[in-house]
């Protein structure tokens, strides 16, 4: 399998982690897709999107959702998305939860990154700003448990960009999140294995 990706993307970290936890990083090659133009995800994402995961047979799985529950699938199922209805739909809450965590954290570092100064928009960074917020206070509100699943892999992704972004920043307002994100990564070998550059 190749997982067409970039090295600063969190949502392409939170599926290279996933193979990772799921034994199956040997089986899923780590393709660089961003600087290529005429790469192939291209003609296989509508959305010209990543992370995408081609499969052995040719598929084109996105996005970091149904990736990770593709790689779920081939890890044999129930893995690190639950069968029974209470843990499963947790997990996807969470995943969902920490998936706009990092949408929200990536447009306002896009903001300060691609667009010239004088179109920027304190009112568009306050809105997706006040989206981060949220989403911390609701973790540290509801600290997850100690089980490996796409809502965990999801969020400890999303808070190691902030780490690598802002500088962890969010540490000092969100103390019990910030406890569980390092028993997370003492947890699970995968994470440093997966930290992302660029």
């Not at 044999?76 to 929200?104: N, S, W």
């Not at 000092?172 to 390092?182: E, Q, R, S, Y």
């Amino acid at each position: 399998m190749k997982l067409r990706y970039g090295a600063a993307s969190p949502f392409a970290r939170k599926c290279a982690l996933a193979a990772h936890v799921l034994g199956l990083a040997d089986r899923v090659m780590l393709v660089d897709n961003t600087n290529d133009p005429g790469d192939a995800i291209r003609s296989r994402n509508p959305l010209n999107k990543i992370p995408m995961l081609l499969t052995d047979d040719g598929m084109a799985v996105f996005d970091s959702p149904v990736i990770l529950e593709y790689l779920d699938h081939v890890a044999g199922g129930g893995k690190i998305l639950p069968k029974d209805a209470a843990p499963r739909f947790r997990a996807l809450i969470q995943q969902a939860l920490a998936d706009g965590l990092m949408d929200a954290a990536v447009l306002v570092m896009y903001e300060g990154r691609f667009r010239e100064p004088e179109q920027h928009s304190d009112k568009w960074v306050a809105m997706q700003q006040g989206k981060v917020d949220k989403a911390l206070a609701a973790l540290e509100a509801d600290v997850p448990g100690d089980e490996v699943s796409v809502g965990t892999i999801t969020i400890a992704c999303a808070l190691g960009y902030l780490d690598f972004r802002f500088k962890g920043e969010w540490r000092v307002k969100h103390p019990k999140l910030a406890a569980w994100m390092d028993g997370f990564r003492a947890r699970v070998p995968g994470f440093d294995k997966t930290q992302p550059s660029g």
